[in-house]
């Protein structure tokens, strides 16, 4: 079973913000939160992780609550082209390997 | 740096055939992991690949396997193709150790069983 639960679907006027929420209530202390999204059954494309700090880079922010049970993804000024489903996931490894669950993901619709 | 890629790109196949479908990862990535996608289940986890030895594995049937070369480069092979096989297959590479660790994903295969 996945790890994160996200709302199925989400709208997004252009240049406004795209706030995309997450809930990882069992995350582990050593887990950490990746965001990806996939366009059109692309392969999904890297967008951003953090493990308890915020996190920005060109693409987006990341904020991770103190607990660490919820993040939320921000894309600043969201255009066209970021109509997409977004993946939070959880990842953790070690010398066993990597296991990555992914939900059902968000699909953001950004309208004009 | 060149991304992760795969090929073929589109491949036709009929019930009972088998398939091998082909990934190279980043330079430098040692993991392989292979997935599958399909609109009723999403992404589903296949098996992880490091170091040419499988380091995990998801719930798919026998007919399912890989394998990895001393390149780092995986294979996937599927026998006795089923209808429910159709589906983007995406193989993503990452370095394998230490956290974090960052997959970044190919473009996929999509194979289609007739």
């Known amino acids: 079973d996945a790890k994160t639960t996200q709302p199925p679907s989400m709208d997004c006027a252009e240049g406004r913000a795209a706030n995309l929420p997450c809930n990882h209530s069992?995350?582990?202390?050593?887990?950490?939160v990746y965001w990806y999204r996939q366009i059109h059954s692309q392969g999904p494309q890297y967008i951003i992780h953090?493990?308890?700090n915020n996190e920005t880079n060109e693409m987006a922010s990341l904020i991770i609550t103190e607990d660490r049970k919820s993040s939320t993804l921000i894309l600043p000024h969201a255009t066209l082209r970021d109509t997409a489903v977004y993946y939070c996931?959880?990842?953790?490894?070690?010398?066993?390997?990597?296991?990555?669950?992914f939900g059902a993901g968000t699909r953001l619709f950004v309208k004009a | 740096k060149a991304g992760v890629t795969q090929t073929p790109r589109y491949l036709i196949k009929t019930r009972g055939q088998q398939v091998t479908l082909s990934c190279s990862p980043i330079?430098?990535?040692?993991?392989v992991s292979w997935y599958q996608q399909t609109p009723g289940q999403g992404l589903q986890f296949l098996f992880e690949?490091?170091?040419?030895?499988?380091?995990n594995k998801g719930n798919f049937p026998g007919r399912f396997s890989g394998r990895q070369f001393s390149n780092s480069r995986s294979e996937m092979n599927v026998s006795t193709l089923e209808l429910g096989d159709s589906a983007l297959y995406l193989c993503?590479?990452?370095?394998?150790?230490?956290?974090?660790?960052?997959?970044?994903f190919g473009p996929g295969t999509r194979l289609t069983v007739l």
């Open positions: 993503a590479s990452s370095r394998g150790q230490g956290m974090p660790d960052t997959q970044y």
């Open positions: 069992t995350i582990s202390g050593n887990e950490y």
């Open positions: 953090g493990l308890k």
């Open positions: 996931i959880v990842r953790v490894g070690g010398t066993g390997g990597f296991k990555t669950i």
């Open positions: 330079s430098g990535h040692r993991s």
């Open positions: 690949y490091f170091s040419e030895t499988q380091r």
